[in-house]
């Protein structure tokens, strides 16, 4: 099975990369463009043993290894 | 006193915390980051600067999961001593052995110069050879050396006196947003909670020779020489 996870920053955690995309939207007139937020996708293919505890393990990454939960949140999607 | 200096796929800075450890008269071996245990003996482990792992995923975050890195944990857990230098300190980070995390440099520019750091204490095993309050002059060279912690953490550390070192100007004022790299209460090292365990960004490895612009990183290795010594 697939699995999709995406990383994001934690609101109010500066994000200069996100702001220089946001600068470099603005540079090429894309209009609307209210702010901009860089993350993560990781995008994970589990063997079909593993695919019925799939949320647990996938959880489990995310807190030992995907994301840094003191500046970032993480959200597991099973395909 | 014996020093471990643990080697990681894109240290850089191995052979400079060598050199500075040797100048002060320790005993320094390279380890590599696969081995499962330090050498027999180690009294201080340290994490050099560099890129470990390309910085891929977050900057120290694949290193903190190596073999030697239970080893590490095990040794300080134990009260043994442990330093990281940039890269290091952001395993160190990244591990959980200190509190926080090293994010981008506020105005994005990988920051490459000579700065100043005050010194916060001169009690500990890393510093006992400064004077507290010292203004001491360091190189630091790094991109994600912005200390950022939750808000609890941070005045933990502030009131339990773990911040090492901050980012000041030449006549030691330290004064916050002007630092280099737009770190929390420009915090440039902070300790574990024993004073055990230090992470810094600045490189005192290389301040060892008036040759190369100084010799005011020698101090801390001549510390650590004195602590291990009187251990």
């Keep these: ?18 702001k220089a995309i946001e600068g470099a939207l603005r540079s090429l007139a894309i209009p609307g463009v209210e702010s901009v ?41 099973l395909l | 006193m014996r020093a471990a200096v643990v080697l990681f796929p894109g240290s850089n800075r191995e052979g400079d915390a060598v050199n500075a450890l040797r100048a002060a008269g320790i005993e320094a071996s390279v380890v ?19 890129f470990s792992y390309g910085d891929y ?18 040794h300080a857990a134990r009260g043994g001593l442990v330093l990281g230098i940039c890269n290091g300190f952001q395993i160190l980070a990244e591990s959980g052995l200190l509190p926080g995390v090293l994010v981008r440099n506020a105005d994005l520019r990988f920051v490459c110069q000579f700065q100043h750091l005050r010194v916060e204490r001169a009690d500990t095993p890393f510093t006992s050879c400064y004077r507290e309050a010292e203004t ?14 939750d808000a609890e953490t941070l005045v933990r550390i502030e009131g339990d006196g773990l911040v090492a070192f901050r980012y000041c100007d030449a006549q030691g004022q330290v004064k916050d947003g002007r ?10 090292g902070i300790y574990s909670p024993n004073f ?5 960004m600045p490189h005192p490895e290389n301040l060892i020779d008036p040759l190369v612009g100084g010799t005011d990183g020698l101090k801390m290795f001549e510390s650590l020489a004195e602590s291990l010594a009187s251990a």
């Design chain 2, 136 to 149: 001491i002059e360091v190189a630091i060279a790094h991109g994600e050396g912005n200390y950022t912690a």
């Design chain 2, 32 to 50: 590599w980051h696969g081995e499962h245990g330090l050498p027999a003996g180690t009294d201080l482990a340290v994490l050099p600067g560099g």
């Design chain 1, 37 to 77: 937020r860089q993350g993560k996708v990781f995008d994970i293919e589990l063997s079909d043993a593993a695919a019925a505890s799939a949320e647990q393990t996938l959880k489990d990454a995310c807190e030992k290894l995907l994301a840094n939960t003191v500046v970032e949140n993480y959200r597991i999607e």
């Design chain 2, 179 to 188: 630092g280099p790299n737009g770190s929390t209460n420009e915090i440039a």
């Design chain 1, 1 to 18: 099975m697939k699995a999709r996870i995406t990383v994001t920053l934690k609101t109010g955690i500066l994000d200069p990369q996100g």
């Design chain 2, 57 to 74: 995923l977050r900057c120290g975050a694949i290193a903190a999961r190596s073999p030697i890195m239970d080893a590490v944990r095990g």
């Design chain 2, 196 to 200: 055990r365990v230090l992470g810094l």
